[in-house]
């Protein structure tokens, strides 16, 4: 399946999710962030697929080192599409859902699985 890797997550409104990194502390001791860009699919992707959850503190090197490759393939990815196996998208489609709020749930299923859309 063919998946847009520059596809912008949108908010119920039509307007964009908005990337934020970190940007130092404010005077409070409270840490601060700034926009760094749209939220793409890419960058959703590769952040469930580097993430470690609570409930997998048991998951095998191996395990961790597949979902790191498949990151690293979706992140170096040159072309605007990427082609992704039935296996790498069920992988994808289950730490996406760990990892995000329904809405972008929703969305990032209907554009890697659009079958999974009810």
């Not at 409930?55 to 990151?71: M, P, V």
């Not at 554009?111 to 009810?118: A, L, M, R």
Request: charge should be neutral; hydrophobic fraction near 35%.
């Amino acid at each position: 399946m063919k998946i847009d890797l520059n596809f912008v997550i949108k908010k119920l409104d039509g307007t964009d999710f908005e990337e934020f990194e970190p940007d130092g502390f404010d005077q409070e001791g409270k840490p601060k962030f700034k926009k760094s860009g749209k939220l793409t699919i890419s960058k959703i992707l590769t952040d469930a697929l580097t993430a470690n959850y609570n409930a997998e503190q048991k998951i095998n090197a191996t395990e961790k080192a597949k979902r790191g490759w498949l990151a690293m393939k979706i992140y170096n990815h040159k072309e605007k599409t990427i082609e992704l196996t039935v296996e790498e998208i069920k992988v994808c489609k289950d730490l996406v859902g760990k990892r995000y709020s329904a809405l972008v749930v929703a969305t990032v299923w209907g554009i890697i699985d659009p079958g999974s859309v009810e």
